[in-house]
C-alpha cells in the first residue's frame, strides 16, 4: 500500500493528465469540512468557498432590456455645462403688423455653427421665452382648472379632436413588423391634403395667407410619413406653430394657460394614440438615457404644475396610487404612468434619468433643470434642429 504523501501525489498526476492546464497550486484534495465547491475546469473538490446563492430578498434579475443601459450616456462634462447654465427667462412674444411678407419657411441649420448663429439669436431667445412663458402660466395648476377660453382657442381644439377621430377611421394595416405602421402614411396624407382648410376655421380673413407658412410647421408636428417616427423635434414644431399663432395675434397672452391645459394636452392625447395605434418609430431616441422616447415639453409643462404641491414631491413618481389617481390632471404624471405602461422591468433600469430626477428636493429645481436641459439637448442640437424651418415669423437672422 502506498503511504498517504505518494497516494496524494498520484491523484494529482491523474487530475493533471486529464486537466494538463491547471496550475501548479491547483489544489482538488482535503477540502474544508463545510466547502461544497468543485473546480469548474476538471469537477474536482476544491478549497474556495462556493458563492452565496440568491436570496429571496434579492432575487436574480429576470428582465433584460432591449437597449443597453450604455448607450449614450451623458458625459459629465455635458451634464455640468447644463447644469452652470442660467435658467431661460420668459419674454413677451412680438406681434406682426402689416405689410405681412408671409413666405414658405425653410430649413437653415446644416452645421454646429449654425446651431450656434442661431442659439446667439432673438428668434431662438424669443422663442424659448415663448415656452417658458407657458411654463409658466401653468404653474401649480391641474388640467381641469378654469381659465380664459377665447373662441379661436376652442377651434384649435376643435382640429386636433378632428385629427383624433381620423385615427379611428384609419385603423392600422395588417403587418408583420412590429414598428412603423403603413396605415399612418394614409392619416398623414389626409393631413395634408385638409391642412390648409384646417388653418382657415380660425385664421382671421385679413391674415389667411399666413398658410403658406404655418401649414409646413403644422405637418411637421405629428411625425414624418416616410420614416413612421416621432421625436422631440416633431413637438418643438408643434410649439413653434403655437409661437406663429402668438405672433400673428391669433393667440393672446391671457390664452397662455389654456395653450397648454387645452390646446397642448389634447396633442399630447393624439400624440399618444398614434404612437400606440401606428408603432411609430421613436426619432432620434437617446435610448435609457432621455427623458421619454418621444416627448420633452410635457415634462416641462407638468413639472411646473406641481411646483408648490403641498404632498406630491418628485419621488412621487414611484407611488403607483398617485400615479392612478392623479395622471390625468398632471402631465408629468401621465407620462410617468405611460411609461410605466409600456416598458417593463425596473424604473431605474429603463428610465434610469427620470429616475435620477426623482432624487431632486423640489418641482421648481425639476423645472429649471428641464428647461436648461431643452435648450442644451434639442434647441442646440443638430440633428434635431436641421429640420427647423425659418420664415418671416421666425426668422433666420
Known amino acids: 500500500m502506498e503511504p498517504p504523501h505518494q497516494e496524494a501525489k498520484i491523484q494529482d498526476s491523474q487530475q493533471r493528465s486529464c486537466c494538463p ?182 385664421l382671421p380673413d385679413d391674415i389667411s395667407s399666413a398658410t403658406v407658412e404655418i401649414v409646413p410647421y403644422f405637418l411637421d408636428s405629428f411625425g414624418n410619413p416616410s420614416r413612421i417616427d416621432y421625436g422631440t423635434g416633431h413637438e418643438t414644431n408643434f410649439a413653434a406653430w403655437l409661437y406663429c399663432l402668438a405672433r400673428l395675434g391669433v393667440l393672446k397672452e391671457e390664452d397662455y394657460q389654456a395653450i397648454v391645459s387645452r390646446i397642448f394636452v389634447k396633442y399630447h392625447e393624439l400624440m399618444r394614440k398614434l404612437q400606440t395605434v401606428y408603432c411609430l418609430e421613436p426619432a432620434g431616441s437617446h435610448g435609457v438615457w432621455g427623458l421619454d422616447d418621444y416627448h420633452f415639453l410635457t415634462f416641462i409643462f407638468g413639472s411646473s404644475q406641481l411646483i408648490d404641491h403641498k404632498y406630491m414631491k418628485p419621488k412621487s413618481i414611484h407611488n403607483q396610487d398617485i400615479l392612478d389617481n392623479f395622471s390625468n390632471e398632471y402631465l408629468y404624471l401621465s407620462c410617468i404612468a405611460f411609461i410605466k405602461e409600456v416598458k417593463k422591468g425596473p424604473f431605474a433600469e429603463h428610465s434610469p434619468l427620470l429616475n435620477d430626477i426623482s432624487g431632486v428636493a423640489t418641482w421648481n429645481k425639476v423645472n429649471s433643470g428641464l428647461l436648461k436641459m431643452y435648450k442644451a439637448e434639442v434647441l442646440e442640437k443638430v440633428p434635431i434642429m436641421q429640420h427647423f424651418l425659418f420664415g418671416w415669423l421666425i426668422k433666420w437672422e
Open 21 to 202: 492546464s491547471l496550475p501548479a497550486d491547483h489544489d482538488h484534495f482535503s477540502p474544508p469540512s463545510n466547502s461544497t465547491g468543485t473546480c469548474c475546469r476538471c469537477g474536482g473538490d476544491t478549497n474556495i468557498t462556493p458563492p452565496p446563492t440568491w436570496s429571496d430578498i434579492s432575487p436574480p434579475p429576470i428582465y433584460r432590456p432591449i437597449r443597453s443601459p450604455a448607450i449614450n450616456p451623458p458625459s459629465n462634462d455635458a451634464r455640468q455645462a447644463i447644469i452652470l447654465s442660467p435658467v431661460p427667462h420668459s419674454q413677451k412674444v412680438p406681434i406682426v403688423s402689416p405689410p405681412y411678407h408671409f413666405q414658405l419657411p425653410t430649413k437653415k441649420i446644416h452645421s454646429l455653427d449654425d446651431i450656434n448663429h442661431f442659439r446667439d439669436s432673438d428668434s431662438c431667445k424669443n422663442f424659448l421665452g415663448f415656452i417658458v412663458a407657458l411654463s409658466e402660466s401653468i404653474r401649480s395648476h391641474k388640467v381641469s382648472d378654469s381659465c380664459h377660453q377665447s373662441q379661436t382657442l376652442n377651434s384649435i381644439v376643435s382640429v386636433l379632436e378632428t385629427l383624433l377621430r381620423w385615427v379611428d377611421e384609419i385603423p392600422p394595416a395588417q403587418q408583420s413588423s412590429r414598428y412603423g405602421n403603413l396605415s399612418f402614411r394614409d392619416w398623414q396624407s389626409r393631413l395634408a391634403e385638409n391642412a390648409e382648410y384646417l388653418m382657415l376655421q380660425f
